[in-house]
């Protein structure tokens, strides 16, 4: 076993045991609120203080393991696998046009091609009603995908950030 796998080992170790610390002397601060209020957000405010940290932190391990897995988006050892996964960031929707094509179908005859109007100016109106309320900020392109919708015209995208999701277990 290489040092540098006993010290990631120890580091988690440690980290794990005072989270545990913790967790087991939280209850006597929590037994009397009033009292401990000031402490109660102190510590709140620590913990996201930490939290923050350790997001730093995973992202930066992340990253390495990702790239130390090289060409290989899966890799096992002693009952661990980890799966690199890749996406896509998707940016200033046009929902205007996006809500249009969804509904296209609605007011178009499938076999002609043939535009109702009248329904068409009505589920313009109702949908950009819809739009405006709801405050749409993502499309599910799975659905749009399965609806025969093209959504490139109507999205910035750009390659995301590769994530590796770690699996204790059996990989089968």
Known sequence: MSTYYTDCTGSSLRLAAAIDALDEDLPAVLDDIAANQPRLCELLYALREQRIRLAELEATVEAKAARSMGPADRIE??????????????????????????????????????????????????????LRAAAIQYWRVSVLRSMGV?????VETERGRRTVHVTKGSAA
Do not use: C, F
């Open 77 to 130: 050892w002693d009952g661990y696998y980890a799966e690199r996964k890749g996406g896509m960031v998707r940016k200033h929707w046009d929902h205007k046009l996006l809500a249009a094509k969804v509904t296209e179908q609605n007011y178009t005859d499938p076999d002609t091609g043939e535009i109702d109007t009248v329904a068409q100016d009505l589920t313009t109106e109702v949908v950009s009603e819809m």
């Open 150 to 154: 093209n959504y490139d015209d109507a």
